[in-house]
């Protein structure tokens, strides 16, 4: 019978993986968490499509360290549901966590193991099988060498131990990386090979949840970004919408003097004007502003990048 | 399960260096104990001894004095000596801690982030602690035995295999109750060093509350509620029985905290 019931639970678990690849790689569903009066997470909804890298935003104590640690069980919810590929994170978690990598915060760490050591116990621990080309590989774009992983953890250095800890996460290849704050503490080589590592990732249809305060690495590795504030999801758009929210500056000169126009789009605002030489600040599309410098001596025009931190960041200001 | 083998094979890497070590004093205080109750033996001080104590003292004692101060009762003090009960609890309740410990280390995050049901966490630590438990009785006995082998005067009575067993047994479900009491505490803890504090006090609390009952009336109204009330190596020694009601409360008390450390465990945010 315990035979049976095994077939029949992972005929369960093949059917959930397979045949529904439209299932969300995460789903939370009214997710709130409360520590007594202090909502960590109020009434949070998410998903996160499989293949896609979202970025998991907020200042600190917005909630999402909290949200990450729901996900995996390691906190209980108030109230709300979240699933990782369709398995329930609480009720089946076991399942859950079998298709996860996660790179916490904090590394906690004994320091008298080694390097291979904690590889070993964590590959011992999962379901998946560890390829040891894919780990040598891990640990050649990482730069982590045999000698090295031959030490004691107390002998290690912040970068080494954060290194340490995206092999742990990565090793077993899983559909599913949770990462939280995954370059703090690394080089910027080392960060070049990690967004690296994403990348391969994502060519190979690997979702990625990761927290940051990096607004730039958000911007290079993340297809969507979800924004936190004070427990609440304040934001969660593609990349290219968020920044098509961004004011972008322009910088116009003149050959010869001009009096500004008042017949400038509205959505164009002055930051700094001369007869010869204007900046301004424009929201939105820009045909309007164009049209209306046509009729103007133009000598020069500089449109800069939109920047997605300026939105962030005032989205973190609205709070204040 | 190969998860918690595993799991269980770690811990008993990390701690084995500190079990084996006090394993080994252990043992090397039984061989030193058989010797020097030996050399009390051989110059006849046994006797001495007995005329020496003052007759209220031998009136508290009965016929305890008489036990003690024989080789076989030197033997047995290996048992019961506070300062072996002292290590021990403390050992049992520094393993039993062990989850709170990861929990504070952050280590349990990545534990717990892998397919590992929380219930192994609880029933590794027990694991540790019943496994340190028959080691640590295995080398005293060890210990007795070698030093028996060596030092034994062939002209005294020595303890019984059976005394030696029961001894062994009593002070292992003692430990076992304490580590029970240690895995509850644990189970709720975030921080080791509060939970082996708690433990701790506990266990030195209950303790002097046992000692305090035996001597004094008033305090014995409440000493029943210490397990140590309910840990009885002299009466072994002088030939009698352990109560069956003893380890079944000593028995009930790690049960408890077994079972009460399960549920806490499940329940808790980490």
Redesign the interface.
């Given at each position: 019978m315990p035979f049976l019931y095994r077939r029949a639970r992972l005929f369960r678990m093949q059917g959930r993986m397979t045949d529904n690849d439209a299932t969300p790689a995460i789903s939370v569903r009214s997710l709130t968490k409360t520590y007594g009066r202090l909502v960590a997470v109020k009434n949070l909804s998410l998903e996160v499509r499989r293949g896609e890298t979202v970025g998991f935003l907020g200042l600190n104590g917005a909630g999402k360290t909290t949200t990450i640690?729901i996900l995996?069980?390691?906190?209980?919810p108030s109230s709300g549901r979240c699933f990782i590929l369709g398995y329930d994170c609480q009720t089946e978690?076991?399942?859950a966590?079998?298709h996860?990598g996660?790179l916490?915060g904090?590394?906690?760490?004994?320091g008298?193991?080694t390097g291979f050591?904690l590889l070993d116990?964590?590959a011992?621990?999962?379901?998946r099988r560890v390829e040891s080309h894919y780990r040598n590989e891990l640990k050649r774009r990482l730069e982590l060498e045999d000698r090295d992983l031959r030490r004691k953890l107390r002998e290690y250095s912040t970068g080494m131990k954060r290194k340490l800890g995206i092999i742990?996460a990565f090793q077993h290849d899983p559909p599913l990386l949770m990462l939280d704050e995954p370059t703090e503490g690394l080089d910027p080589l080392m960060q070049e090979s990690f967004y690296e590592l994403l990348a391969n990732l994502k060519r190979r249809g690997r979702t990625v949840f990761m927290s940051s305060h990096v607004l730039s690495e958000v911007e290079r590795v993340c297809d969507r970004i979800a924004l936190l504030r004070d427990g609440e999801l304040v934001l969660l758009a593609t990349v290219e919408e968020v920044r098509e929210l961004a004011p972008r500056r322009v910088r116009v000169s003149f050959y010869e003097d001009v009096i500004p126009d008042e017949a400038l789009p509205q959505a164009i605002e002055f930051i700094e004007k001369s007869p010869r030489a204007w900046t301004l600040e424009a929201r939105g599309q820009l045909g309007s502003l164009i049209h209306a410098l046509g009729r103007l001596p133009v000598a020069d025009l500089i449109i800069e990048e939109p920047k997605l931190e300026d939105v962030l960041k005032s989205y973190y200001r609205k709070g204040d | 399960m190969k998860s918690a083998l595993i799991l269980l094979g770690h811990s008993i890497k990390r701690v084995r260096a500190l079990v084996l070590a006090m394993g080994l004093l252990l043992a090397g205080f039984q061989i030193l104990i058989v010797l020097v109750g030996s050399e009390i033996q051989t110059s006849g001080s046994f006797n001495q001894f007995a005329n020496l104590v003052p007759p209220f003292v031998r009136q508290m004692f009965g016929q305890m004095l008489d036990v003690f101060l024989s080789f076989k009762g030197i033997v047995a003090l290996g048992y019961f000596h506070l300062a072996i009960m002292g290590g021990l609890i403390g050992l049992v309740i520094a393993l039993a801690t062990v989850p709170s410990s990861e929990i504070e280390t952050g280590f349990m995050d990545l534990l717990l982030s892998r397919p590992l049901a929380r219930y192994w966490i609880i029933t590794r630590a027990l694991a540790l602690v019943v496994v340190t438990i028959i080691f640590m009785l295995a080398m005293i006995m060890l210990g007795t035995w070698t030093g028996l082998m060596i030092f034994g005067p062939a002209d005294a009575e020595w303890p019984t295999i059976g005394l030696i067993l029961s001894l062994a047994l009593n002070l292992g479900i003692l430990l076992l109750c304490w580590g029970g009491v240690a895995l509850a505490v644990a189970s709720v803890a975030r921080r080791r060093g509060a939970a082996g504090a708690i433990a701790g006090m506990l266990a030195l609390t209950t303790f002097l509350l046992d000692y305090i009952g035996r001597a004094w009336e008033p305090a014995e109204t409440v000493a029943w509620i210490s397990p140590f009330r309910y840990y009885s190596p002299l009466d072994l020694v002088r030939g009698a029985y352990i109560p069956g009601h003893h380890v079944f409360v000593l028995l009930g008390i790690a049960l408890t905290g077994i079972v009460v450390a399960y549920i806490a465990f499940s329940r808790r945010d980490i």
């Open positions: 640690r995996l069980d390691l906190l209980r978690g076991l399942e966590r079998s996860v996660y916490p904090e590394m906690g760490l004994y008298d193991l050591e116990l964590m011992g621990l999962g379901r742990q | -």
